[in-house]
């Protein structure tokens, strides 16, 4: 499996330096739902709510997405993503592209004062 890859929505990690910026890194998956979960699914819009397949049709690709965008940090030799975000895409009526992206650096434990920028 590997070193442990640090996954952070924000553009910094509290407690951590960059020491070095390797760069863009990326995992991408296109799905789709079969005919029968797309029968199911349309039938379930009827009565409104919930549709319980297409979440979890979502949830597995933005897994499998994020499983790509660590194998690729780890590949680079970076033990974490900055300002990773999800994107996605129709493709065709019944498919859509995820992707997940985001910054790969290497960390280190901050040591001293931090100075941190305040956003007003």
């Known amino acids: 499996m ?17 020491d070095k910026v390797l760069g863009m890194v990326y995992g991408i998956t296109v799905r ?22 297409y979440t979890q049709l979502a949830q597995v690709a ?29 493709m065709a009526q019944s498919m859509e592209e995820i992707i997940a992206f985001g910054t790969a650096v290497v960390l280190s434990p901050a040591s001293g004062d931090q100075q941190l920028v305040k956003l007003s």
């Open 62 to 90: 933005r897994q499998e997405a994020l499983d790509r965008l660590t194998e690729h940090a780890r590949n680079m030799g970076a033990n974490a993503v900055l300002s990773v975000m999800f994107d996605s895409t129709e």
């Open 32 to 53: 789709s739902r079969g005919i029968g979960g797309n029968l199911v699914a349309g039938l379930r819009t009827i009565a409104g709510g919930e549709i319980r397949e």
């Open 2 to 18: 590997g070193q442990p890859v640090l996954l952070i929505t924000a553009n910094y990690a509290a407690g951590y330096r960059v």
